[in-house]
């Protein structure tokens, strides 16, 4: 239990990554310039960055994944107000929801 509670969250935001960078394939259609592409690519994958970076900080410090993943389950409801599917907030504020409590649980395990 000790092993999955470690891997848990950090396998499911590597996956959690690549979904994401799912939908950066959209920039690749017909009639656009190299640089184009390549800029569009960049803002598509600026989220799989940033969930990357905070795995890294998280690897070691649970509590900071915890907390940052929670808030950007929080942020996506929010800045999206309501204007998305349910199913997109099940998969993307339920998976980063999912990854915060895993990080949450692992920590405390480890504190007590």
Known sequence: MKKFLYWAPRILCILFG?????????VFEA???AGE???????????????????????????VGALL???????YVVATRGREH???YASISGSLAVISALFLVNWMR???
């Open 18 to 26: 690549v979904f994401l960078s799912l939908f950066s394939l959209d």
């Open 31 to 33: 009639g656009r310039g």
């Open 37 to 63: 592409t390549l800029l569009g690519l960049m803002i598509h994958l600026a989220p799989v960055f940033l969930i990357a970076l905070i795995l890294v900080v998280s690897w070691r410090r649970e509590w």
């Open 69 to 75: 993943f929670a808030a950007l389950a929080v942020f």
């Open 86 to 88: 349910w199913g997109a």
């Open 110 to 112: 480890r504190r007590g």
